[in-house]
């Protein structure tokens, strides 16, 4: 257990105090002036500083009404009634060279099969993170370079609402709700199963999983820090329709680009193979999801990206 | 302290100035976003209702912090979300492998928190996912640094005891 309780800088860096207050404007200016010499000369101070405010801008974008808050009821975060994975995929030509590129990437000869023995601790993981209809991490590397540019943020964020009423009650646990998205994360040469509010790195590679209890046309969308939106899933202009499954995987990879910050990712499992550049556009031009169509199922998750760092970067 | 008959609009400017570290720090330690929304719900309601809780003896960012750690601690040890925490399922494709999952881990870290006291779960909810300094959760405690010292021992002790199923 205790390896898994560790600080997340050394103790020389600035807690999250500390720069929570400073983006308030609330530190003294002795505090102040500390504060500025550090970031000065700290990497990883002041990637976690810009991680945080842009939480701050997010969170106003999003949230709930103060009177919606507090009348009673909690309401969704605005644009988030659709639990959308959002994965960014970002424009059209991108996808459509990510496409081209999986395409030439599937009639080449992998290089590593699914399931094949993995190195190191993690096997499950790394079993799950490969399989998926005979693809590669060669070819997710392959659709990654074509997808690298328009990767922007990840998020991940675990509500599961249905459509209808984007109202939760305080009361008994929720439903099992009938899909769920899923994410295994390879950072380097580790996998491991991702979770909301985690930290992922540029350069980490993300494998969805989902379960659902029957067959259902899929999508999955992101919203990155920059509120650029993306496709990740599938590669086409409709959803896809996948089988019913306890932990089914997709079959390609993203990798992540350099943009840091909040990464909202939605997932849609529908009833109908609905059109999904109409959603992405306007996830990205009301930096929340819409409305889902009808017949849908939403699941998101909420990673945040921040820059790789060993120790306390000093520039 | 925040007047009664002012309280419901400065609440709402302080909901949307510091709302985001309270949402951001519920979800570290309740790992679920739902829950992290409730209990955002839950502290600015309670501060309506109820401004006094406020004294003005620390800054608002100190009190949401206390405020935040001590509702989620409690959450933790209610008795539904432990049930969840326990049932949860890490699905690893072959059972008789093990995954490596920080999501594995940090459910059992909440497990840990909501079975120590609370006096010792909240500093190290401070320490380990907040990174604070001794000095600062000394400050925000109220104790001395050498107790927030102490109390870290105690917490790692206590977090033992319950690994070994005391």
Redesign the interface.
């Known amino acids: 257990m205790m390896t898994a309780m560790k600080r997340n800088r050394s103790d020389d860096c600035l807690s999250d105090l500390i720069l929570d207050r400073r983006l308030l404007g609330e530190l003294s200016a002795e505090e102040s002036t500390a504060a500025a010499l550090h970031l000065a000369t700290c990497t990883a101070c002041a990637e976690r500083l810009r991680a945080l405010d842009a939480g701050r801008a997010a969170f106003l974008e999003v949230a709930p009404p103060f009177a919606a808050l507090t009348g009673g009821e909690v309401r969704a975060p605005a644009g988030t009634r659709p639990s959308l994975r959002l994965i960014q995929g970002g424009a059209a030509g991108g996808i459509a060279a990510g496409a081209g590129a999986a395409g030439a990437a599937r009639t080449g000869a992998a290089s590593r099969g699914a399931g094949a023995d993995a190195p190191g601790e993690g096997r499950s993981a790394e079993r799950a993170f490969a399989r998926g209809g005979g693809h590669t991490l060669a070819l997710a590397t392959a659709m990654i370079a074509a997808l690298a540019a328009s990767i922007a943020t990840f998020t991940v964020l675990l509500p599961r609402e249905t459509t209808g009423p984007a109202t939760r009650t305080k009361g008994p646990a929720q439903p099992e709700p009938p899909a769920r998205l899923g994410v295994y994360i390879k950072s380097g040469e580790r996998v491991r199963k991702g979770e909301t509010g985690e930290q992922v790195h540029p350069g980490d590679i993300l494998r969805f999983s989902y379960s659902m209890d029957r067959s259902r046309h899929v999508a999955i969308l992101s919203l990155d820090g920059a509120r650029r939106a993306s496709v990740y899933f599938p590669f086409g202009t409709v959803a896809a329709p996948l089988p019913a499954a306890d932990e089914g995987t997709f079959p390609d990879g993203i990798e992540l680009d350099g943009a840091l910050g909040p990464e909202r990712i939605y997932g849609l499992f529908c009833e109908d193979a609905i059109a999904v550049e109409p959603l992405r556009r306007a996830l990205e031009e009301r930096g929340a999801p819409p409305d889902p169509p009808a017949g849908c199922v939403v699941d998101r998750l909420e990673l945040e990206k921040v820059a790789r760092t060993e120790g306390p970067a000093r520039r | 302290m925040i007047p009664a008959e002012v309280a419901q609009l400065e609440?709402?400017q302080i909901?949307?100035?510091?709302?985001?570290?309270v949402?951001?720090?519920a979800?570290?330690i309740l790992?679920?976003?739902?829950e992290a929304?409730?209990a955002?719900?839950e502290i600015?309601?309670s501060l309506?209702h109820r401004p006094e809780q406020f004294e003005g003896r620390s800054?608002i960012?100190?009190w949401l912090?206390s405020a935040t750690t001590h509702l989620c601690l409690n959450r933790l040890r209610n008795h539904?979300t432990r049930t969840?925490i326990l049932t949860e399922k890490?699905?690893?494709?072959?059972a008789s492998?093990?995954?490596?999952?920080?999501?594995?881990?940090?459910a059992?870290?909440r497990q840990?928190l909501s079975r120590v006291p609370e006096e010792l779960a909240r500093v190290?909810v401070y320490?380990?996912l907040?990174?604070?300094?001794h000095r600062?959760i000394a400050e925000?405690v109220g104790c001395s640094r050498r107790h927030v010292g102490d109390l870290l021992v105690r917490f790692?002790e206590a977090?033992r005891e319950v690994?070994r199923g005391r």
């Open positions: 609440l709402e909901y949307r100035r510091h709302g985001h570290l949402l951001r720090r979800r570290q790992g679920s976003d739902q929304h409730e955002l719900q600015f309601t309506l800054q960012t100190t912090y539904s969840r890490v699905a690893p494709v072959d492998a093990s995954v490596e999952s920080n999501a594995e881990a940090r059992h870290v840990i190290a320490y380990y907040d990174d604070l300094s600062e925000l790692h977090a690994e």
